[in-house]
């Protein structure tokens, strides 16, 4: 599964697909070597509030969370037993988009081009952790995902997940707020209903 990569180091390639037929956003992560899906992230059905996803291996065992603060600004990474192992976390307002890793008394950071097609991130001292590619023409969103000895795959993945899905495709604070109020207006919607319809009971 470890790839020369010209420099002295092996890098690790993954392909993460996101599935079209699926009530709430699903991540398939492969290995790209033997094409064998090795885990599956899922986003929670209550993620308009705070985003929160599940990766499981292929017996369904979750093997690691990532969890959201309000608006989506800072990510947490939870091993299976729940223990934090990671912090991602972006600015409030970027010329171009960019994230910061806190790992393991070091941090990790990336910055997209103009256009969020891949990124790459680099410890404090220039070490490769991972890179993220977009696969542009593709009727699913698929990207891969290339992983050095900085971190596990699964951490690097995973990582590289949530900033791709989430940091990168954020439409900004109103958006989230709005989403956070749509529940609220439903049942507002609905005891107004109910009430109108007790006016008119016998």
């Known amino acids: 599964m470890a790839i020369d990569d010209g420099i002295g180091g092996g890098r690790q390639n993954f392909k993460v697909v996101q599935k079209l037929a699926a009530?709430?956003?699903?991540?398939?992560?492969?290995?790209?070597?033997?094409?064998?899906?090795?885990?599956?992230g899922r986003r929670t059905w209550m993620s308009f509030l705070r985003s929160t996803i599940h990766f499981e291996d292929e017996q369904g065992n979750r093997i690691l969370t990532a969890k959201g603060g309000f608006f989506n600004k800072t990510f947490w990474l939870h091993d299976e037993s729940g223990e934090k192992i990671a912090k991602l976390t972006r600015p409030w307002i970027a010329f171009r988009k960019n994230f910061t890793i806190y790992y393991r008394d070091d941090f990790v950071k990336a910055q997209a081009g103009f256009l969020p097609w891949g990124f790459e991130a680099l410890s404090s001292d220039g070490t490769f952790a991972f890179r993220l590619d977009k696969?542009?023409?593709a009727i699913r969103d698929q990207s891969r995902v290339s992983v050095g000895n900085y971190m596990p795959w699964l951490h690097a993945v995973a990582s590289a997940t949530v900033v791709d899905q989430i940091f990168f495709k954020s439409k900004g604070c109103g958006a989230n707020l709005i989403c956070c109020l749509i529940p609220?207006?439903?049942?507002?919607?609905?005891?107004?209903?109910a009430s109108l319809l007790g006016?008119?009971?016998p």
Request: charged share 20%; glycine share 6%.
């Open 23 to 40: 009530l709430r956003p699903v991540y398939e992560i492969y290995d790209e070597q033997t094409g064998e899906r090795i885990a599956t």
């Open 135 to 137: 696969k542009i023409l």
């Open 184 to 193: 609220f207006i439903v049942m507002f919607g609905l005891l107004m209903v």
């Open 199 to 201: 006016l008119f009971v």
